[in-house]
């Protein structure tokens, strides 16, 4: 597809809503962001700023204290956003409720049935054990062969799945190893190494993480529009995730040195479990052939002249239902409902911030501090989207950041909206300090190999490398090469 994310298991619960009652301190959470709107609803407008925009900048500062504090789901305060607009008389209903059906959404859901029907027939665990075999040569090309596994299976499905995958095979080694949890820095790589890659990895494709298709979306809403296809995301996004891959694996390296020698015992387990999975069965084998054929037509027929992102992602997802390679029941337990819900209220909290003129009107008091300096806008947006997606969702993130940064497109020269998008969107996806970061973070944590100390030491200095990767990469590829 950050909420979005969330969190365990092959259902894929991306959604981190509380199940049980209120606590004090979420009632507490819910006062002071709808009091935030009331405030702002009865306080002087500042200049240059509408009334609606200044209910508008209400909305947001509410959204995202609900986002990061999860006082409510996560998808309901999805649905808040949406009917707040109205209802206070910011936009239309109709406005609001028309940019849900953004073609964004659509391919989500597509997307979304397509991963299901790869977990249920087991294909992902497939692949994961046969990556993994090709890198038994010693303890660090190991570590090195997780984190990279992670990463490719993160191009295919979502992120927060793959990590729920990798756990039990990672952890079924790291038992059959004898590794001590939390003493054994190979145990604390090894799990690590899942979170950073599926985190690396959901960066490379439009597949890997909500916010990925979120961004395309807001930008397909713009006037004039700007169509961002599938092959179009992978050309300015693996750089960055081939850079950093190693860069980031040799960060666990130096952070904490290995003491094992050996992995034979890895190796022998892998073999194990590869000749448990046995060969292809006849639905694993027709899943793999409809994967394999909807990218293929992401990759060349996903542009608006062609088929569109969309209607790929159904085509597919219908096929598997023609197959007989999954059922309406396999959707319903497997397709996160929650995340399309929080992507439409993140979507119309974008539309409303441009058509209230809230986003241009914050856009302005940054470059107030900011000066023209591109380079000093750059570097800021990432720093700031980093720092955001660490404390809440990765969505939450980058919806309450792209309508500011579509609005700074238009003041600061030679950054443009496509640029400030893909900035905010790939920045959104690097949540390494914290465990309730992302699901993946929280996923590898409960396997106990490693303390949140250890995440946090590691994620300061993989955060700082990965900031300096995509300014370099924007500068000097997007702008010098591609000429964004």
Request: hydrophobic residues 55%; glycine residues 10%.
């Amino acid at each position: 597809m950050n909420a979005d994310d969330d969190k365990k298991g092959g259902k894929y619960k991306y959604i981190r809503g509380k199940i049980s009652n209120l606590s004090r301190e979420n009632v507490i959470f819910i006062v002071v962001a709808f009091s935030v709107v009331a405030l702002l609803h009865f306080i002087p407008t500042p200049e240059g700023l509408s009334h609606n925009g200044k209910i508008m900048i209400g909305i947001l500062i509410m959204g995202g204290i609900l986002w990061a504090t999860e006082a409510i789901p996560l998808a309901v305060t999805g649905l808040l956003i949406i009917i707040i607009q109205p209802l206070l008389g910011v936009l239309p209903a109709k406005d609001v409720f028309s940019s849900f059906g953004n073609q964004a959404v659509f391919f989500l859901i597509g997307a979304f049935i397509l991963a299901g029907a790869v977990e249920k027939h087991g294909l992902h665990k497939r692949i994961a054990l046969k990556l993994l075999s090709y890198f038994e040569k010693s303890p660090k090309i190991f570590t090195l062969g997780i984190m990279s596994s992670c990463a490719f299976l993160s191009f295919i499905m979502p992120e927060h799945g793959v990590a729920a995958l990798f756990l039990p095979i990672v952890a079924s080694i790291l038992i059959a190893m004898k590794i001590t949890p939390r003493q054994s820095n190979f145990g604390k790589i090894s799990m690590l190494s899942i979170a950073y890659g599926c985190s690396i990895g959901s960066l490379g494709t439009l597949v890997g993480g909500a916010r990925n298709p979120l961004t395309v979306g807001l930008l397909s809403d713009l006037n004039p529009p700007i169509n961002v296809t599938f092959f179009d995301w992978m050309t300015y996004s693996m750089p960055i995730v081939f850079i950093a891959l190693p860069l980031v694996w040799l960060v666990l390296q130096i952070s904490f040195p290995i003491e094992i020698k050996s992995v034979l015992t890895a190796k022998k387990e892998i073999n194990k479990q590869v000749s448990i999975a046995g060969k292809m069965g006849r639905y694993e084998i027709m899943v793999s052939g409809i994967l394999a054929l909807t990218v293929f037509l992401w990759i060349f027929f996903s542009s608006p002249q062609y088929l569109g992102l969309a209607v790929v992602a159904i085509v597919g997802s219908i096929l598997l239902f023609f197959t007989g390679c999954i059922n309406w029941k396999d959707v319903e337990e497997r397709v996160p409902w929650g995340i399309i819900l929080l992507y439409g209220g993140a979507i119309t909290l974008g539309v409303g911030m441009q058509q209230t003129g809230a986003g241009a009107w914050i856009a302005h008091r940054i470059f107030d501090v900011t000066g023209n300096n591109p380079y000093l806008v750059i570097l800021g947006l990432i720093i700031f989207t980093v720092l955001l997606t660490n404390v809440m969702s990765n969505v939450g993130a980058v919806a309450i950041l792209l309508p500011i940064g579509l609005s700074l497109a238009t003041e600061v020269p030679g950054v443009n909206p496509l640029f400030a998008s893909m900035l905010i969107a790939l920045s959104g996806g690097l949540a390494f300090m914290l465990v309730i970061a992302t699901p993946g973070n929280a996923i590898t944590y409960s396997s106990g190999y490693f303390s949140s100390k250890d995440l946090f030491k590691a994620g300061v200095i993989a955060n700082i490398v990965c900031i300096g990767i995509i300014f370099i990469i924007a500068i000097f590829y997007w702008k010098g090469v591609l000429g964004l």
